[in-house]
């Protein structure tokens, strides 16, 4: 297996725009969490989903953030609008419940 | 609110020595406990998981300790080896969703 994928791997914005991240999990896991890691709070949890469904999103900043699952394979985050202080690496995590979670190699978000 | 510490100051050993690092938790009573790696520019990789009524856990060099008495739990890497250096994070299970809660991890430096 690839493992989990996410794109685009670095992104460069500009305050005010629609950033959108994407991830690919582990073929047959049942659960995807979406988290953001910076220098000074380390790794949070913004969502997470079991079975294609948002379970927990207590985590997700604010309304500007939103996160889908629109099927098995497939989960964007996106930002709307973006600002400076969203700057962070986003990653995205797989797992079969309760079990470890693997995770993808991570979005480097920029905002200017 | 649950809180978890692991030491913020990079731990610098010699190569062949043990390295012990350590996850101090409160507010908590952890059903698991989870310790990963994570190398710069990449997603963490679990390595171990130890649950509340295991006291000792190993694996190759690794080995963990879980007190659910003093809140701690201590990660162990004998015979440390230049390739060990890295950033290593704890992770407790979190609050019944089958999330898990980081520390900021600490990172270990291991010199020839």
């Known amino acids: 297996d690839a493992g989990v994928i996410q794109s685009p791997r670095h992104e460069v914005t500009e305050m005010g725009q629609e950033v959108t991240l994407r991830c690919k999990p582990i073929s047959g896991h049942n659960s995807l969490f979406w988290y953001r890691q910076t220098m000074m709070r380390g790794l949070e949890l913004l969502i997470y989903?079991?079975?294609?469904?948002?379970?927990?999103d207590s985590g997700m900043p604010e309304d500007r953030f939103s996160a889908k699952m629109p099927n098995a394979s497939f989960s964007t985050l996106k930002i709307q609008p973006s600002e400076p202080r969203d700057s962070a690496v986003y990653f995205c995590?797989?797992?079969?419940?309760?079990?470890?979670?693997?995770f993808g190699p991570g979005t480097r978000l920029t905002v200017l | 609110s649950q809180k978890i510490e692991q030491n913020s100051e990079a731990l610098n050993i010699q190569e062949g020595k043990t390295a012990t690092l350590t996850c101090n938790y409160t507010n908590y009573s952890p059903a698991y406990l989870q310790w990963y790696r994570q190398d710069p520019g990449r997603g963490p990789v679990f390595l171990l998981l130890?649950?509340?009524?295991?006291k000792e856990k190993r694996k190759e060099r690794l080995k963990v300790t879980f007190d659910t008495t003093l809140k701690q739990s201590l990660f162990h890497i004998t015979a440390s080896q230049p390739a060990d250096s890295a950033t290593y994070l704890c992770?407790?299970?979190?609050?019944?969703?089958?999330?898990?809660?980081f520390g900021k991890g600490t990172m270990l430096l291991v010199s020839p």
């Open positions: 989903f079991n079975n294609n469904v948002p379970i927990d």
């Open positions: 995590a797989s797992s079969l419940l309760p079990d470890t979670q693997y």
């Open positions: 130890i649950r509340e009524n295991e």
């Open positions: 992770a407790l299970d979190g609050s019944g969703y089958s999330t898990l809660t």
